[in-house]
């Protein structure tokens, strides 16, 4: 028969009341024992930090095998999360692929009623989705418009054209106002353009034109070229070629040695030029060079300054040898046989005395 402890069901009954008591508080509390727990880490840092350090120090292996345990876990998770969605992605592509015309027939149809019930709710929402797609997708759109209009830009200039007949007043209007709130950006664009095509005459270079080339016209560029420098020569074409007759060396002329002198001198005199003209960080290279250039003014006046003071001082310390030797001294004073401090007053110059006459 076993005996049962006194006292032992409330004890028992009083833990579990505890427990629950502080579990309860805990839901309570949750934000400000989250926050308390934050704040004293905050605090703690580096005590957190040596502490991790150390405990990862003593429990190294086991540290590293639950690390390579998650790892496992979260790639396995990863990797099925991946296969998840691309079995989803295809799945819908081929239910889509199947019910192609019934998709879009329910997509009109829930348009339209959405439309009949609320127009302005729809169109806000309509806008508000196109402005989400074209932040997502405004590079890849922009890129296939520029792509399209390298290939044929026809298309683009007659719908120009167009506009313009249809708008001229606008377009005028919206150009006028442009030019007034940007006037400066404006002129300092003009005055950048007529300093560079100045730049480009006096280097005798001819104006900047570019024009676009047409995809045809690249096309039949290209096909030119590939057949051109792809083609296969027969044996026959090579000993043409190598039998053609060249010009002798006795008929060419060497160029003056003024001339090669002049070129060198313009070529280089052009690109420096060009390179301050279009090359900003030559100015940060002057300030800097003209920074180095003070600095060592700088240094050389102290580097000067210090020989100075040098050559001050050795010049003082001769003359003060030369004027110790050369001057005459007074003898000194002889001290009085019943004066014990020669630097004492004599007695007699005190008529303040309480001996005498005078008491």
Do not use: C
Not at 130 to 146: G, M, P, S, V
Not at 200 to 211: E, Y
């Amino acid at each position: 028969m076993s005996v049962r402890p006194e006292g032992g069901g409330e004890d028992r009954s009083a833990a579990e009341r505890e427990r629950e008591a502080r579990r309860a508080y805990r839901e309570r509390n949750a934000e400000r024992i989250s926050a308390g727990k934050r704040a004293w880490r905050e605090r703690n840092q580096e005590h957190v930090r040596a502490y991790r350090a150390a405990y990862n120090a003593e429990h190294r292996e086991e540290v590293l095998a639950k690390k390579r345990e998650y790892s496992a876990r979260d790639t396995a998770r990863k990797a099925a999360e991946r296969r998840r969605k691309q079995s989803k992605q295809a799945s819908s592509k081929k239910y889509y692929e199947a019910h192609k015309a019934e998709h879009r027939e329910y997509t009109r149809q829930w348009q339209a009623r959405k439309r009949a019930e609320d127009p302005e709710a729809y169109r806000a929402r309509r806008a508000k989705a196109q402005r989400r797609w074209w932040e997502t997708h405004k590079d890849e759109y922009n890129a296939k418009l520029r792509a399209q209009h390298r290939e044929d830009p026809a298309p683009k200039r007659t719908a120009a054209r167009a506009y313009y007949a249809a708008h001229a007043e606008q377009v005028k209007a919206k150009k006028r106002a442009y030019y007034a709130a940007n006037r400066e950006k404006v002129l300092a664009g003009n005055r950048a353009w007529k300093e560079r095509e100045k730049r480009r005459l006096a280097a005798g270079l001819p104006p900047r034109r570019i024009r676009t080339t047409p995809a045809a016209e690249r096309r039949t560029n290209t096909a030119a070229a590939d057949a051109f420098f792809a083609r296969t020569r027969t044996p026959e074409e090579i000993a043409a070629l190598r039998r053609k007759p060249q010009a002798g060396v006795e008929l060419l002329e060497a160029t003056p040695p003024e001339l090669v002198a002049a070129f060198e001198r313009d070529s280089k005199r052009l690109r420096i030029e060009h390179a301050l003209a279009t090359d900003g960080s030559y100015a940060n290279r002057q300030l800097a060079a003209e920074a180095r250039r003070q600095l060592a003014a700088q240094q050389r006046a102290a580097r000067r300054e210090q020989r100075d003071a040098a050559e001050n001082a050795r010049l003082d310390a001769i003359g003060k040898q030369i004027n110790d030797r050369l001057r005459h001294r007074d003898a000194p004073r002889q001290r009085h046989h019943l004066d014990p401090d020669p630097a004492a007053p004599h007695p007699m110059l005190n008529p303040n005395t309480t001996m005498g006459m005078n008491r």
